[in-house]
């Protein structure tokens, strides 16, 4: 048992011996529905591989540019007009908040309305705005294993989330 792991959240586990099981996580997320509005967060040490799970997933969805990593603009938009699975716009915000330090940049950078949007919401370090993140859909910690796969745990804390989780086989 993990303390402050909600009692009625659903967990899972997972393992990613390497890049190409990330990658196949994200090929089978963003054919989920449920994907299309909702909020991720990714919690791991820098080098866990958030970003990269970020590029996969934003690959697999159809997104053909460059994934930068946020660090240092705290947010990259995308916006897609159509997915593998469905022929509907597609919002994505890719936050990074490792260099967040500013509260009165949430409001001004539109970050309120942004979580207050329909689309994807995926955020790195979300602790570092701890305060102003609403509550997430699905929790990934992702941890380096000493033979250099991922150990990832999964929780979803809404029905959103219980939606994702339940379509990923552990
Ligand atoms: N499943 C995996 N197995 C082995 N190596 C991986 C795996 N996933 C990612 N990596 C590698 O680990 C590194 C992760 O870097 P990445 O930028 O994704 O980390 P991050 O968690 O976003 O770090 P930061 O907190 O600095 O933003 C990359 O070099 C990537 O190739
Ligand atoms: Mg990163």
Same mark, same amino acid.
């Given at each position: 048992m993990q303390a402050g792991v909600d009692h009625h959240a659903i967990v899972k586990s997972l393992v990613w011996k390497d890049e190409t099981a990330t990658q196949l996580f994200a090929a089978a997320l963003s054919a989920? @529905?449920?994907?299309? !509005?909702c909020y991720i967060e990714l919690h791991g040490?820098?080098? @866990?591989g958030k970003t990269t799970l970020v590029r996969h997933l934003l690959q697999a969805l159809g997104v053909t540019g460059r994934v930068k990593s $946020?660090?240092?603009?705290?947010l990259e938009p995308y916006q897609l007009t159509h997915t593998p699975s469905s022929p509907t716009p597609l919002q994505i915000w890719h936050f990074d908040?490792?260099?967040? !330090?500013? $509260?009165r940049e949430w409001e001004d950078a539109g970050f309120r309305d942004i979580f207050a949007s329909v689309g994807l919401k995926l955020a790195e370090w979300p602790d570092k705005a701890a305060a102003f993140? $609403?509550?997430?859909d699905l929790v990934l910690r992702i941890e380096v294993q000493p033979d250099n796969a991922r150990q990832v745990q999964l929780v979803a804390q809404t029905p959103i989330g219980a939606e994702l989780l339940a379509a990923i086989s552990a």
């Open positions: 989920q @529905a449920a994907l299309r !509005n040490e820098l080098g @866990a $946020p660090t240092y603009s705290l908040f490792y260099r967040f !330090n500013d $509260p993140v $609403p509550r997430a």
